[in-house]
Structures are given as structure tokens and as C-alpha cells.
């Protein structure tokens, strides 16, 4: 019997893969995603949606290596079952290159991608600016066809969805027992956390089925990461800047970059181009509080702040966002539970 009402509010990557882990993992609930902007126009959809990992400064190693292994493994499913091409994840190979050696060599993630090694100084030779590269296979997440994935999921599990801004907290404390925040970029105002901020990213979708290899220049910001319907090319990393229509000086800047790279795409023509709003903060924030609403104390587990690594960290840190919510069963009063 479902009788612990909880709101997971978010239909990003992340609302969307804690909504389904607890409404699968916990039938006790009734779960409902509250939403202002569903896909396709969610910050996720606009994501390159490569499977890769950066160092967050104030979450144990260990914590991020299981975050991001859990979701290598689970992408990794994706795309050798049949639902690989409705979810839009499919294996990609490639490279990252350095104009400098970075000073670890071997980053955490290197054993949980497949084949990880440094490129040899003949693969080296086209990239005459660079000095080291990493060759290894990981994977791609097309967004635009997850997030209804996940939702087709996260229905057959029994969840609900609601269009709905929601502008605080406290609206929701009469009909639910336990509230998820991931709200993104919008928890710097449902929950006024300063931390966050605005990340503004754009890309060009690009018609050139010959790409079959990713490439991702780490210091310059640029990549090429061929995907299942399109190549996407980026990027920009504008730090505090709120605009989300197209630049044109940014496109002209990427194509260029890119082209560098990949001279063929010079050759290719661009399909379309989207902006987006990462959601920056320091490390992604995943935790519960209790907050006082309205007379009582009402459990609010936090999944946000995921910046630049929100695909490739989604599946992880929703297993977190689980368990808190399960910690949270304990402690709300029994009478939810009969
Ligand atoms: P969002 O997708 O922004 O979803 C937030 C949800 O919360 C939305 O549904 C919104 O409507 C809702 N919401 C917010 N406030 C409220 C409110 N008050 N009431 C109701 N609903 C609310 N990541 C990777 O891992 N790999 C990549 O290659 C990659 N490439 C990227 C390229 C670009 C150009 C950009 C912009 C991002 C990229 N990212 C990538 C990062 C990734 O897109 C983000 O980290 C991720 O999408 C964040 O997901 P989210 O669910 O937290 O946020």
C-alpha cells in the first residue's frame, strides 16, 4: 500500500533518475514530479551528454568514483539492451588531449571506462598543439530521448507528473511527507543557496555521419562528440552570463576551434544550435535537512549543483538522494506510514 507521499520536484536528468530509483526501489511511496519546464526544454536536453568525470573539491574520492562508476555501469546496460536507441545511449570512443601533461596522469575514473591508456606520440602527431592524450571508450546520453525514457519509466513504476512552478518549499508541506529538491539552477531561489550559479553553455548540432570518434580538448573548452543522431560541437563556459539565446560570435568561435581539430567539419552543416544553463556550484549538493513548515518538520532531500557532470553523475548520486529518502521513512511520524 503506497502511503508516504513524496514530491521529487525537477524534470531534469536528475529529477527525473531519483523520481524512477524511488519509485521502483520503494513501493511503501507515491511519488510526484513537479515541474515548471519538462524536455525539451530542460537544461539536460541541451547537454552534450558525454560519460565523463571531473574532481569536485569537497566530496570524498571515493563517494565520487562510486557515483560515476554506478553510472558507467548503468549507461553501459543501457546500450547493449534493446532500449538503447529510445533511451539514446549508445558507446563512443575517443580521446581527451593536454597541451600541458596534467600532474595525475591516472584519474579515478581511468579503471571505470573501458580501455583507458595514453595516446602514443603517432596519434599525438595531428594534434600538433598537444603534448598528452587519454584514448578510452566511454559512453553518450542523448538526452531529448532519456528524459522520456526515464519518464515512460518512472509511469510504469507507479509515479506521477504535474506541470507546476513551484515557488516555495512550504507550498508543498500540506500534501506531502517527504519533498526531493532537484531543481538545478533553480534551487539558488527555492532554497537560497548563493553557491549556485549559472554556467551558460552552448552547442551546435552538426550533420557529419563520418565522425565516429570523440574528441575533447580539455584545456581550450572544445569538443566533438559524435552521437546517434547528430555530431555535437562546443563549447562555451560563460560563467554568470543568463542569456539563452544563440551567439553568433560563439558559434563562429566553435566552428572554428572545432574545425581546427576536425577540418572536416568545416564541410559539414549545422543542424541546429542550443543554449543552456549548467548548474554551477562547487561540488553537487546531495544531503537532507529538516525544515521547519507550517508547525511541523518536514524532511527535504537535496540533489543538485551537479555543473558540467550532470548526465554522467545523475544515476549515482539519485542512488544517494534513495537512501536519504529511505532514512527519511524512519524518522517521519507513524502515522504516514498506516
Ligand atoms: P535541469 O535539467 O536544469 O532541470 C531542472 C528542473 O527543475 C527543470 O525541470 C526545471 O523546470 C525545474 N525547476 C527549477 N526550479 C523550479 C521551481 N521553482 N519549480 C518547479 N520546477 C523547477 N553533463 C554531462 O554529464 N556530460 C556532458 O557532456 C554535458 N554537456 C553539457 C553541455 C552543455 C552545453 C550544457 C549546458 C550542460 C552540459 N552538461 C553535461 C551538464 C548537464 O546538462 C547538467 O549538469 C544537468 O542537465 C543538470 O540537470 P538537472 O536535472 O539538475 O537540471
Redesign the pocket.
Known sequence: MKTVRVAV???????FSTAVRIAEALPICSVTL?????SPD???????????AQEFPDIPLERQRRWFKDGFDHFFAIAHSEDAPEAGIMMCSGCQIFREAPANMKPYWSDIVIGYRPMTDRELKRFPNHKFGQAFTTLKCE?SSYLPWLEKRFRKAGGRVEQ????SLQELSNDFDIIVN??????K??VGDDQVQP?????LKMDAPWLKHFIRDVDGMTYI?PGIHSVTI??TRQVEDMRLHVDEGDSRSILERCSRLEPSLRKAKVLYQ??????GRRSPRVERELVQMGGRQVPVVHN?G?????????WGTSMDALELVRQCLQEIPLQAKL
Do not use: M
Open positions: 520536484v525537477g524534470a531534469g536528468v536528475i529529477g513537479l515541474a515548471e519546464k519538462f530542460t537544461t539536460s536536453d541541451v547537454a552534450a551528454g558525454i560519460v565523463l538526452c507546476r512552478r513551484v515557488n532537484c531543481t538545478g539552477l533553480g534551487s531561489t527555492l554556467i551558460r553553455g552552448q552547442v562528440y562546443g563549447g542550443s543554449v543552456g544553463l549548467r548548474p543538485y551537479h555543473g558540467g557532470w550532470g548526465v554522467s553523475f545523475s
